[in-house]
């Protein structure tokens, strides 16, 4: 395992050289790469620097609670859906709700299953297909959705169905497919109408049949690419995620496990109340980004992965049969052990884009859905954690509310800044292994950099609280800080 | 002895009212809506939103003030109105902090009905972002003066109808804000949830507690109709909170 302090800054500052990838593209949110090389054009830095902030944190504070839910998922406009359940699960705890009506828990459910399937279909066919189906090196001009269409349009359409899919969904469920309200402190807002229902019943096989050809694809890439994929921006880490209380995978409720490399418990059950106890964040001076660990393993031994990856490493089994048997075939392949290939992420993203939909078809037969209980009542608190899987990863949300119904204190910390730590190394063991020794910046060599990025799905915007568009600007200066050559996309 | 009706013509409609009537009432009655916001049915006219300005006989006048008379030649739907109201409107979207995407107030908000139905997508004034406190302190009323437009409405359904006198302006010019008689804030004040001068904000200002987003996206007030489309449909009917006498 890589030791954190090879992360850290090059002290001998002369001689070097910087090479600065900014904006990065296909991801979501702005954040740049900067790689140090030595006289001798070897990598001795190489880090992810997110370049925004936001503050959702402090300007929340003083307003009411139950606005939160609506509020706060206006960090993003991927997977809004993720911060609005998550802090209407805190709202459920503050108005006292430890246990929703059966129609409210489901439509949350279903809403999060939708966005899932939403979220990993947008990555995989728009943001990620373009390197996998032409290559790392391929034309740049080919290299996003539209060429993707042009050379393989049923899959490019299929992706868009399947994203069109899973914002119906979220549509049906919280009333808009971006930004909605359906989750209310205690419940949901409304039910799904039969019409709704029946609309969503209409397609929902071909989503299925869908979802397993995406597997099919996934798996055939990792599994034919095994040998450059092994070690492709790889490295052995921990793993975070919650799991169900019997060790299914459950992307909206359950409680932390987190294992090591070799997929020995480090700890399990952890309740969402006590996540301050098992893990801690560090700040570092060049990044917006917190950095968070396991507190027993401290920050140089403790950093983890989350995300579909870190979840297919930490479940025991998943509760839906498809994906059960896709999940058996993913461990087999990394012989049984975590898998900690970081490109193994697509695989994973499918294999849980397949358990979405085989959710979805269990919950749309599910009556519990037109029922018309939606609230639940308790005595008020004051203080609420709570944890739930967003696509990226872990997210939790914690809150403290004050009498007169104000928001006193939030912290966030979103599936991408767990992956903070994870995401630098992968950078660093890219950079050296593609670019060490050669003095010649070329788009492909950036490609690579940014295609370990792009296997965990960042959302940078989230990860800061942070805000703007997305374009990469490659920066080349000498060791005087002069600009020797710049490259950069629109 | 005076005849109780006059007739006067509205965007070139001629209109019998009875006399004592304001033009916004009339026209009402007549099927012609005129955008308002601190107007409200049954209520002493308040005149200061200036939404409701209308042209009669060629000079600018506040339509919920302005009694109706004979030969009056009132213009209401022309462009220059329509976009007199419109700068109006933007003009109060940034003088307070209207944070539409997360206001509990939307789609009921009559504000923000009115920016849609004058095709406002955004302003083209500069926002002040003025500092303006929120007053938490009831345990069932929220009082968020950010959203306040200083329409009246409470003050005068608090004085007129709930008999209690709990709001009223204090300061001048861009200080003038909304304020309530308790040092203690709200939650001083003898303002119980129940009272009609709750019910009447057309902002999210003033606002029950734990009652937010209930209402699913799609059924909201202003989902289901456009402002004033209740006019021009002939219904007649007052909107929720438009009928704090009822």
């Known amino acids: 395992m890589v030791t954190q302090t090879m992360l850290e800054p090059h002290t001998q500052q002369d001689q070097t050289r910087r090479i600065v990838i900014e904006p990065l593209t296909r991801v979501e949110g702005h954040g740049k790469v900067s790689i140090l090389l030595d006289e001798n054009n070897q990598v001795t830095e190489a880090r992810l620097h997110i370049v925004e902030f936001r503050g959702f944190e402090r300007f929340i504070q003083g307003r009411p609670f139950w606005e939160v839910p609506v509020l706060v998922q206006r960090l993003c406009g991927i997977c809004p859906v993720s911060h609005h359940l998550c802090a209407a699960k805190a709202m459920d705890q503050i108005v006292g709700v430890d246990e929703l009506t059966p129609t409210a828990e489901k439509i949350r459910r279903l809403m999060h299953y939708g966005q899932i399937f939403q979220s990993h279909a947008l990555h995989f066919f728009y943001l990620a297909s373009p390197d996998l189906l032409f290559g790392f090196e391929s034309e740049p001009a080919m290299r996003n959705v539209v060429g993707v269409a042009s050379v393989y349009p049923d899959l490019a359409r299929q992706g868009v169905l399947m994203r069109k899919y899973g914002q119906e969904i979220i549509r049906a469920t919280a009333g808009k497919r971006i930004h909605g309200t359906g989750a209310v402190p205690g419940g949901v807002n409304k039910n799904l109408s039969v019409v709704e229902r029946d609309a969503l019943l209409r397609d929902i096989d071909q989503m299925l049949d869908w979802s397993r050809q995406a597997v099919a694809i996934a798996a055939e890439y990792v599994e034919k690419n095994a040998e450059t994929l092994a070690d492709f921006g790889s490295f052995e880490s921990n793993y975070l995620s919650i799991v169900r209380e019997d060790g299914a995978m459950d992307l909206y409720d359950g409680s932390l496990r987190a294992v090591d490399a070799d997929g020995q418990i480090i700890f399990d059950g952890v309740v969402p109340q006590d996540y301050a106890k098992v893990l801690a964040e560090e700040v570092r001076p060049w990044s917006y980004m917190k950095f968070p660990f396991i507190r027993s393993l401290g920050p140089e031994w403790g950093w983890y992965r989350v995300g579909p990856l870190a979840r297919l490493n930490t479940c025991q089994f998943i509760d839906t049969p498809e994906a059960d048997a896709a999940r058996e075939k993913f461990r087999d392949w990394s012989g049984g052990r975590p898998c900690h290939s970081t490109l193994a992420y697509h695989w994973a993203r499918m294999v849980e884009v397949l358990h979405a939909a085989e959710k979805i078809r269990e919950l749309l037969h599910d009556p519990d859905l037109q029922g018309t209980d939606l609230m639940a009542t308790g005595e008020r608190r004051e203080e609420a954690v709570a944890i739930l899987e967003a696509p990226r990863g872990t997210l939790f949300h914690h809150y403290r509310v004050d009498r007169q119904d104000r928001v006193v204190m939030a912290n966030l910390i979103v599936s991408t800044t767990s992956n903070n730590e994870a995401m630098n190394r992968s950078i660093r063991k890219v950079a050296e292994d593609y670019l060490s020794g050669k003095p010649e910046i070329s788009e492909a060599m950036l490609n690579h950099v940014e295609v370990a990025i792009r296997a965990y799905d960042p959302c940078l915007s989230c990860a800061t609280h942070a805000y703007g568009q997305m374009p990469l600007e490659v920066r080349l200066t000498n060791s005087a800080g002069e600009t020797l050559d710049v490259k950069r996309r629109p | 002895m005076q005849n109780d009706t006059v007739t006067f013509v509205i965007d070139q409609k001629e209109v019998r009212a009875r006399r004592g009537q304001t033009i916004l009432e009339a026209a009402e009655q007549a099927g012609v809506y005129i955008p308002r916001l601190c107007h409200l049915k049954g209520l002493t006219p308040h005149g200061s939103c200036r939404v409701c300005t209308v042209r009669v006989n060629g000079r600018y006048q506040a339509a919920c003030t302005y009694p109706v008379a004979d030969d009056l030649v009132v213009e209401n739907d022309t462009e220059e109105l329509r976009?007199?109201?419109?700068?109006?409107?933007?003009?109060?979207?940034?003088?307070?902090?209207?944070?539409?995407?997360?206001?509990?107030?939307?789609?009921?908000?009559?504000?923000?009905?009115?920016?849609?139905?004058?095709?406002?997508?955004?302003?083209?004034?500069?926002?002040?972002?003025?500092?303006?406190?929120?007053?938490?302190?009831?345990?069932?009323?929220?009082?968020?003066?950010?959203?306040?437009?200083?329409?009246?409405?409470?003050?005068?359904?608090?004085?007129?109808?709930?008999?209690?006198?709990?709001?009223?302006?204090?300061?001048?010019?861009?200080?003038?804000?909304?304020?309530?008689?308790?040092?203690?804030?709200?939650?001083?004040?003898?303002?119980?949830?129940?009272?009609?001068?709750?019910?009447?904000?057309?902002?999210?200002?003033?606002?029950?507690?734990?009652?937010?987003?209930?209402?699913?996206?799609?059924?909201?007030?202003?989902?289901?109709?456009?402002?004033?489309?209740?006019?021009?449909?002939?219904?007649?009917?007052?909107?929720?909170?438009?009928?704090?006498m009822q």
């Open chain 2, 83 to 244: 976009t007199l109201r419109r700068d109006l409107l933007e003009m109060l979207l940034v003088e307070g902090n209207h944070f539409c995407m997360f206001c509990e107030k939307s789609g009921h908000c009559e504000l923000q009905a009115l920016a849609y139905r004058h095709s406002i997508a955004a302003p083209k004034y500069p926002h002040l972002w003025p500092r303006r406190e929120v007053d938490a302190s009831h345990p069932d009323v929220l009082l968020d003066r950010n959203r306040c437009v200083l329409c009246g409405r409470c003050v005068r359904v608090s004085r007129d109808v709930d008999g209690k006198n709990v709001f009223g302006f204090v300061g001048r010019g861009p200080h003038r804000h909304l304020g309530v008689n308790s040092r203690r804030g709200l939650g001083g004040s003898d303002l119980s949830a129940d009272d009609q001068a709750v019910t009447v904000c057309p902002v999210g200002c003033l606002l029950r507690k734990r009652t937010a987003f209930q209402v699913p996206v799609g059924q909201r007030r202003f989902d289901r109709q456009p402002i004033g489309a209740e006019v021009g449909a002939g219904a007649g009917s007052p909107q929720p909170s438009e009928s704090p």
